[in-house]
């Protein structure tokens, strides 16, 4: 590519912002050339998301701070261009697209970037259109944006960063608040513009595996402030950078490594449907022999039954119909399905926030109806995807220590309680910090310290790792694995998280438009095609590793992958 000239160039680079003393990114050299496809990935606090800001102006416009060595978009002077200039060259999808409607309907809002350049109605009409059909989003034109799911936000801020014929993509981790299925369709997507567009595509983020669906045709690793790796996916999956950086590398390829085996680039292990599996397969085979199954322990004692239950906002249009379940005391389950399928309505149900049309919820055997909403809350606590939605006291103590104040307990049990609490939640040491001074994943403990200490027998939890790295997601859900275990408390996860699904829960609860089509272990729902497809699940691709290995059950494979992924993370391996 030497004599093409680079889209987006940074030249020992440095940029400090101004409240930190340290800077955020250091000695910067990278080139991006036009029509690349290039993924960024990098644990929380890299300064992955910082070096997006500087190709897209909000550094310096927005985020001020100080900048050493030089960097140009299109060979010119992002600081001479202004944002307005900048936003001409560079489109950004955020991935809070909230932040980003500005109409009352979606062709309104996809036409904004037209109205500012005064084009002229009929042909504003006309892009419009076009835009929204390359989104798959014609049929929601007429919509106001606040009606629409995770995946159609998306879909309609992709067509308003695109309808503007700007040269630079840039996606701001795409996948977070989508079910897995919208995720592959966005992937899918942005691949389609590129080639169809010819445009540069620059996509921010922590689900490797998922972003990795379509080629790329580099990896840049973030670790620290710098580069520490740009190179193609195949060189950079048969490399220990992702590891080292705390950044989960694909799940078959860990499973290839738990056999022991060592992943060349020659195999192409990109993606496992096209990557060489015969130099492994012998290995994979001998491995999948050797792994015991622990014995299970059954749980008998029944803590919460949903019978029947159906609800509707609107009459007519039922959300929930003739859901029923029984939950164990101690389990850890998931419930899954895709965006708006009544999952987040089942968790509203079983804490009282919302009364069903039909059908009843039991506690411990007894119909919960004539419990009050503050009586529910002492034993089902619930755990919203946001902290900031739950978090209403600046000081982490006064947080933590308002349930309990409300219900008029005497202050010296509140204070023993709380530290009690703040202990096995590991922010003891913060005791007297204010809420603000915390990361995202530290104001997460909060809010969950703020339920436990009310000492709930059963605890739900929303997308519990949202928008967490690597490292943050294992941090909190071996915490909630070790109140689960230790403090007996049954738990309830409500996610998108393929992994997390398999990984730290033993059965999981599926939903799809509104009534629940399967009630098994993750391993065997992963597997399933049909189960998966009507759910907007993602087949694991520990499924297509087994099929190409001749292991003739794919689902003995992933639970064995299971059992023993969790045999050397107690070992601490």
């Known amino acids: 590519m030497g004599q093409m000239e680079p889209i987006i160039a940074f030249r020992n680079f440095s940029f400090k912002y101004r409240s930190q003393v340290e800077p955020t990114l250091k000695d910067i050299n990278l080139e991006i050339y036009p029509g690349e496809k290039v993924l960024i990935v990098g644990p929380s606090g890299s300064g992955k998301s910082t070096l997006a800001h500087c190709m897209n102006g909000l550094v310096p416009f927005s985020y001020k701070g100080d900048i050493t060595g030089d960097y140009q978009i299109k060979g010119q002077n992002p600081r001479k261009l202004g944002i307005f200039g900048l936003s001409k060259m560079v489109g950004t999808v955020l991935q809070d697209t909230d932040g980003q409607f500005i109409g009352l309907t979606v062709a309104e809002d996809i036409a904004f970037a037209l109205e500012n350049d005064r084009v002229e109605h009929q042909e504003m009409k006309q892009r419009v259109k076009e835009a929204a059909q390359m989104v798959d989003v014609k049929s929601l034109l007429h919509h106001s944006p606040r009606e629409l799911s995770g995946g159609q936000k998306q879909r309609v801020s992709m067509a308003g960063v695109m309808i503007d014929d700007v040269d630079i993509l840039l996606f701001d981790e795409p996948l977070a608040n989508l079910d897995p299925a919208t995720g592959k369709r966005a992937i899918d997507l942005i691949d389609h513009i590129q080639k169809d567009k010819n445009v ?62 060592q992943i060349t680039k020659e195999s192409r292990p990109q993606h496992i449907e096209s990557m060489n599996l015969e130099p492994y397969r012998k290995q994979m085979n001998t491995w999948f022999q050797s792994v015991q199954l622990p014995e299970k322990e059954r749980q008998t004692e029944t803590i919460l039954e949903v019978r029947d239950l159906s609800f509707a906002y609107t009459e007519g249009q039922p959300v929930l119909q003739d859901v029923g379940f029984k939950i164990q005391k101690g389990e850890m389950l998931s419930i899954v399905g895709k965006n708006g399928a009544g999952k987040s309505t089942l968790s509203n149900l079983i804490c009282g926030f919302l009364t069903p049309a039909k059908g009843a919820i039991f506690l411990h055997g007894e119909d919960m109806k004539a419990l009050s909403i503050k009586e529910r809350g002492e034993k089902i606590g619930l755990v919203m995807q946001n902290p900031n939605q739950m978090i209403s006291k600046p000081m982490i103590y006064d947080e933590v220590a308002l349930g309990l104040q409300v219900r008029g307990v005497a202050p010296d049990e509140v204070k023993d309680r709380v530290y009690e609490t703040l202990k096995i939640c590991g922010l003891y040491p913060f005791r007297n910090w204010p809420v603000s001074a915390l990361s995202f994943g530290q104001k997460k403990r909060v809010s969950i310290a703020s339920i436990l200490v009310l000492n709930p027998e059963i605890l739900i939890l929303d997308e519990p790792t949202a928008g967490q790295d690597y490292r943050h997601y294992t941090e909190i859900m071996e915490f909630l694995k070790k109140i689960n275990e230790e403090q007996g408390i049954t738990i309830i996860m409500i996610t998108h998280d393929m992994h997390l699904m398999l990984e730290y829960t033993d059965r999981a609860i599926v939903i799809a438009d509104g009534r629940m089509i399967a009630d098994d272990t993750p391993s065997r729902i992963l597997t399933n095609e049909q189960i998966a497809d009507t759910a907007y699940l993602k087949k694991t691709s520990l499924y297509e590793l087994a099929v190409k290995c001749g292991i003739s059950e794919p689902s003995a494979l992933v639970e064995r992958f299971i059992a023993d992924d969790r045999l050397r993370r107690e070992n601490g391996k």
Not at 223 to 229: E, F, L, T, Y
């Open 200 to 261: 540069t595509i620059i996509i921010i983020e922590h689900r490797l595996e998922d972003a990795l669906y379509r080629d790329v045709d580099r990896i840049i690793v973030v670790g620290d402030g710098q580069i520490v790796a740009d190179t193609t996916p195949d060189e950079l999956l048969a490399m220990d950078v992702l590891e080292q950086q705390g950044i989960r590398e694909p799940l078959y390829l860990t499973a290839l490594k738990h056999a022991g085996c």
